[in-house]
């Protein structure tokens, strides 16, 4: 059963929510992030990367950085852009992009659940990218972004959501990029024990987004129990940041792939290779496939069709069966060599929400061929994490995304 645990959060002025809300740190590049801070002094993203208010030549793993963090963080209190909470609340954030809507419960979840497989994951973490959050959260003392949860749904949770959405929001605003964000404190002890007995009877709690930074909170809640005999189990370092979302109210975009060369092909022996595992049909525009086991093809300044021969759809796999294994193996080990997609330098990803157009600007560019993908469902991604299995690297693709800095768990409280 799930166990969910109210905090008091850090959290922006009214007046400064929108100034300080940042996108996740990992949806940026180097340049991409310090761009994006330019003239943004309260930006959470000078937290998040700090190197943007740094040497531009520093390493990005260099110990300075991370006490640079703390010091931006440090600077956000100290000047009351942030302030704490007096009493342990939990809080609702509300996405808006377009007709979607969705709603989650800001809360702190268990390490040990993590630990124990109630909170459950479907994909592996790299060590470089755990260590660097886990200096990060050692360093500032405190989750500054959070984890992206999903549950199936439950009538009596959304009954109490929509009960307290009825009251005046404490924040309310729209980003540069066009999503709505609202935020409710949830401070009545009537509600905050409500949702710990409706969490209560929750089974697990899936992971959508924040692999890393789940996985480098729990390795920072390890070493300080390590470093605490006294230790209880209670500790705020016990629990991480999370938002927990209703399955039915999220979306998947698709995530498609983009690759630097044919692998020694000539454009004509690749679309050969890839006759004999898909039907190939040339059409007239950019190709978004409706369905699984097909897949857009882009190649000199042509769109093809994909669809995978049914022989090769193993339909009792729920990971060989998704549209990226297939892709992955299939036409990507096979034909163009990439082994192993999570550290092979000729394949890049490319999110949905940036369209088709940025997989032809790519190909014009700096690659050869791009597939568009049939997004991964979350009934796909449940089963998966159910089975105890995991996906093929960079399976899902959440949209919106949370914005960091609305909510810090401090671990010291």
């Not at 003392?141 to 959405?165: C, M, S, W």
Request: charged share 30%.
């Amino acid at each position: 059963m799930a166990t969910i645990k109210a905090f008091r959060a850090i959290r922006p002025m009214p007046d400064k929510a929108a100034d300080v809300a940042a996108l996740p740190y990992d949806v940026y590049n180097r340049a991409e992030a310090r761009e994006a801070v330019a003239g943004k002094p309260d930006s959470f993203l000078r937290v998040d990367r700090p190197e943007t208010t740094m040497d531009p030549d520093i390493d990005l793993y260099d110990p300075a950085v991370y006490q640079q963090a703390k010091k931006n963080l440090d600077r956000l209190i100290d000047d009351h852009t942030l302030i704490q909470d007096d009493q342990k609340q939990f809080y609702l954030y509300e996405l808006k992009m377009g007709d979607q809507v969705q709603t989650g419960l800001v809360a702190c979840t268990s390490v040990d659940e993590y630990l124990n497989g109630t909170i459950k994951k479907h994909e592996l973490t790299r060590s470089e990218k755990e260590q660097d959050r886990i200096h990060h959260v050692d360093v500032c003392d405190a989750n500054t972004g959070p984890i992206f949860l999903t549950y199936r749904h439950r009538e009596e949770i959304d009954r109490r959501v929509k009960a307290i959405q009825e009251k005046e929001p404490v924040y309310a605003f729209t980003a540069e990029d066009g999503i709505r964000h609202r935020v409710w404190c949830v401070d009545d002890v009537r509600d905050i024990d409500g949702f710990v007995s409706d969490f209560g009877s929750v089974s697990a709690l899936y992971i959508a987004d924040g692999h890393h930074r789940a996985a480098s909170a729990v390795k920072v809640a390890q070493m300080r129990r390590d470093a605490h005999p006294g230790y209880t189990g209670d500790e705020p370092f016990n629990y991480f940041l999370s938002v927990i979302f209703p399955d039915n109210q999220l979306a998947i975009l698709d995530y498609n792939r983009v690759v630097k060369d044919l692998n020694g092909l000539t454009p004509e022996a690749f679309l050969d290779a890839v006759a004999k595992k898909c039907d190939v049909n040339k059409v007239k525009h950019a190709y978004k496939p409706d369905r699984k086991g097909t897949f857009g093809m882009f190649l000199d300044d042509q769109w093809y069709a994909l669809t995978i021969h049914d022989e090769l759809v193993h339909s009792d796999d729920p990971v060989q069966s998704l549209d990226v294994s297939l892709l992955q193996e299939e036409v990507l080990s096979p034909i163009l060599g990439i082994g192993d997609p999570r550290t092979d330098n000729r394949i890049d990803f490319v999110g949905g929400i940036r369209g088709l157009k940025e997989l032809e600007r790519r190909v014009h560019t700096d690659m050869t061929v791009a597939f568009s993908m049939y997004p991964t469902s979350i009934n796909e991604l449940m089963a998966i994490a159910d089975a105890g299995l995991l996906m093929p690297p960079k399976s899902t693709w959440f949209e919106p995304k949370l914005r960091s800095g609305l909510f810090i768990h401090k671990l010291s409280d």
